[in-house]
T-cell receptor
């Protein structure tokens, strides 16, 4: 069964450092998303991406965040200068189209120290 | 504005039924339901589009009342595997390019 894969599964970084979280969406999907979940809390939308551009972004997704689809398979989230409050589980998701089932990856646990 | 889910938590014995509600103060285009087990990714259950349709998925079904902007998830004859946190995600645009999730309902099914 096709799945969304994310790497790394866990990343520890020092405050102020840049991190890149990587995702490989399901191959025939056209819409890509990043969500985050602080431990024990709800899932929060960060950004959606379609046709090589951002469709929507939340207030959380400020200038420190960026997304890229550098080739036909990868979808990355970059945090330029990490803060302690960026520590969370980051989920990538993809789907075929609006209002279709979105598949989530297993997540990257980011710990900023 | 995030949807409000109720109850926050529920404990059931295997075979019992439960209802989880998701309410919004704003007009919605669709409601998406997910279940997340501890330490895992959210898993899609179903989407309800405006129009008040009801959907079913084995013993899990849901409805969407457009007038009340409320969706309800019905779990019947619960099984141990139903345990997890249930989230509703709401879409106000019709594109579902930005889902706003509720705070979740933690469901525990016991023997």
């Amino acid at each position: 069964e096709p799945e969304v894969t994310q790497t790394p599964s866990h990343q520890v970084t020092q405050m102020g450092q840049e991190v890149i979280l990587r995702c490989v969406p399901i191959s025939n999907h056209l819409y890509f998303y990043w969500y985050r979940q602080i431990l024990g809390q709800k899932v929060e939308f960060l950004v959606s991406f379609y046709n090589n551009e951002i469709s929507e972004k939340s207030e959380i997704f400020d200038d420190q965040f960026s997304v890229e689809r550098p080739d036909g398979s990868n979808f990355t989230l970059k945090i330029r200068s990490t803060k302690l409050e960026d520590s969370a589980m980051y989920f990538c998701a993809s789907n075929r189209g609006p209002n279709t089932e979105a598949f989530f990856g297993q997540g990257t646990r980011l710990t900023v120290v | 504005q995030q949807p409000v889910q109720s109850p926050q938590a529920v404990i059931l014995r295997e075979g019992e039924d439960a209802v989880i509600n998701c309410s919004s103060s704003k007009a919605l285009y669709s409601v998406h339901w997910y279940r997340q087990k501890h330490g895992e990714a959210p898993v899609f259950l179903m989407i309800l589009l405006k129009g008040g349709e009801q959907k079913g998925h084995e013993k899990i079904s849901a409805s969407f009342n457009e007038k009340k902007q409320q969706s309800s998830l019905y779990l019947t004859a619960s099984q141990l595997s139903y345990s997890g946190t249930y989230f509703c995600g709401t879409d106000r645009t019709g594109t579902a390019s930005k889902l706003t999730f509720g705070t979740g309902t933690r469901l525990q099914v016991m023997l």
